[in-house]
């Protein structure tokens, strides 16, 4: 699997993260964020058991509209 970079936080300090990416799996359309971990222990309690092998990433509004670059050709097309 590969990642692709769509786009980063453009309020990010030190050009760091949050950043997303897409990957080029091909049985489904996948997405690797990179942002702050959640260690909040109401946002834990509210989302409930994590299993190991995952985690759960903060990310801004702002970067998720870089979902859009993986499919240039619909960009504008509402």
């Known amino acids: ?4 970079f769509l786009g980063k936080d453009p309020d990010s300090i030190g050009g760091n993260s949050p ?3 897409a990957t080029d799996r091909t049985d489904r359309a996948t997405y690797i964020a990179q942002g702050w971990k959640v260690t909040d222990p109401r946002v834990l309690a509210d ?13 801004p509004e702002d970067v998720l509209k870089f979902y859009t670059r993986r499919y240039p050709e619909r960009e504008g097309k509402n």
């Open 1 to 4: 699997m590969r990642a692709r």
């Open 19 to 21: 950043t997303l990416y």
């Open 47 to 59: 989302i409930g058991p994590v299993p190991d092998h995952e985690t759960l990433v903060e990310i």
